[in-house]
């Protein structure tokens, strides 16, 4: 078995968010995938369980647990794949269902995907569920962007999302993974999404990952996407848009994420990014 390494949403290996990319794993069980994750150690690593040239089925194993869809990971096995049969047009069979991706080559040479996410939602956050959440994270409510209301978007998988006043706030973060871990299990989120906006077009992102046995995701591509839903639904970005998301500034591991809109409310966000070896 040929486990792959490569940093999504980055040109630079020493950022972005590293990803296991596996791209034979058809005779691997799901307890070996699980083994092979654990070691790896990265947030996600993709295994390629079936592979019928443009169509992949793909599987999504963090240290901990399996997930239904993780964007870094499908960006960086897209790349991947490109390196070797060459760019066009993918489609991933995930659990969370069809995830149509195309690689292309840039301006700099670097090879850049884009996926296209399953219609994404939104539901309500309850104020206690909300209150809970802060309360672990250490957060008042006070240092809320109201203009941004906490909610819980998914596009392939659940995120709460709060948005915080400032950039010291969200560059503030300190938690503790066992009251995290336990919170989100009992509500099926997979990463907290925690954003701050800069300007309509530029957000800045934080991604608690306790369930996975991370203390931070530098890059959630499945976060982003669902983001974008996020603000489609709260009429904060006009579709089409773009807007770009900087996220794992704080750990030393800088990403860019760009998202992008579409009008119609039951059309997927597209995420956008490159992937290198590491």
């Known amino acids: 078995m040929d486990v792959l390494r490569y940093a999504a949403f980055t040109?630079?290996?020493?950022?972005?968010?590293?990803?296991?990319?596996?791209?034979?794993?058809?005779?691997?069980?799901?307890?070996?995938?699980?083994?092979?994750?654990?070691?790896?150690?990265?947030?996600?690593?993709?295994?390629?369980?079936?592979?019928?040239?443009?169509?992949?089925?793909?599987r999504y194993f963090s240290p901990r647990v399996e997930v239904p869809f993780c964007g870094h990971a499908t960006i960086a096995t897209a790349v991947a794949h490109a390196r070797l049969h060459g760019t066009g047009d993918l489609t991933f069979h995930t659990r969370a269902g069809r995830i149509p991706v195309r690689t292309d080559v840039d301006a700099t040479g670097h090879v850049v995907a884009t996926l296209t996410s399953v219609p994404p939602r939104c539901v309500d956050l309850p104020e206690r569920q909300r209150d809970a959440l802060l309360s672990v994270l250490g957060w008042d409510p006070s240092e809320l962007d109201p203009a941004l209301p906490a909610r819980v978007a998914y596009a392939g998988a659940w995120h709460p999302v709060l948005a915080a006043a400032s950039r010291e706030r969200l560059a503030g973060l300190d938690y503790d993974m066992g009251r995290l871990t336990d919170l989100m299990n009992g509500h099926g989120w997979v990463t907290v999404h925690l954003v701050w906006r800069e300007s309509p077009e530029v957000f800045h992102a934080r991604n608690p990952f306790p369930t996975g046995g991370v203390f931070e995701d530098p890059a959630t591509g499945a976060a982003a996407a669902a983001f974008g839903g996020y603000?489609?639904?709260?009429?904060?970005?006009?579709?089409?848009?773009?807007?770009?998301?900087?996220?794992?500034?704080?750990?030393?591991?800088?990403?860019?994420?760009?998202?992008?809109?579409?009008?119609?409310?039951?059309?997927?966000?597209?995420?956008?990014?490159?992937?290198?070896?590491?």
């Not at 994420?257 to 997927?268: H, K, L, Y």
């Open 11 to 58: 040109a630079d290996a020493d950022g972005g968010n590293p990803a296991g990319v596996v791209l034979d794993a058809t005779a691997l069980s799901a307890a070996e995938m699980a083994e092979c994750a654990a070691e790896v150690g990265f947030s996600e690593t993709a295994f390629v369980t079936s592979d019928g040239g443009d169509d992949l089925r793909v």
């Open 231 to 278: 603000l489609r639904e709260q009429k904060l970005v006009t579709p089409p848009a773009r807007v770009t998301v900087f996220q794992g500034e704080d750990m030393g591991r800088p990403s860019t994420i760009t998202v992008t809109i579409p009008p119609g409310s039951d059309e997927g966000i597209s995420v956008t990014g490159t992937a290198v070896p590491m």
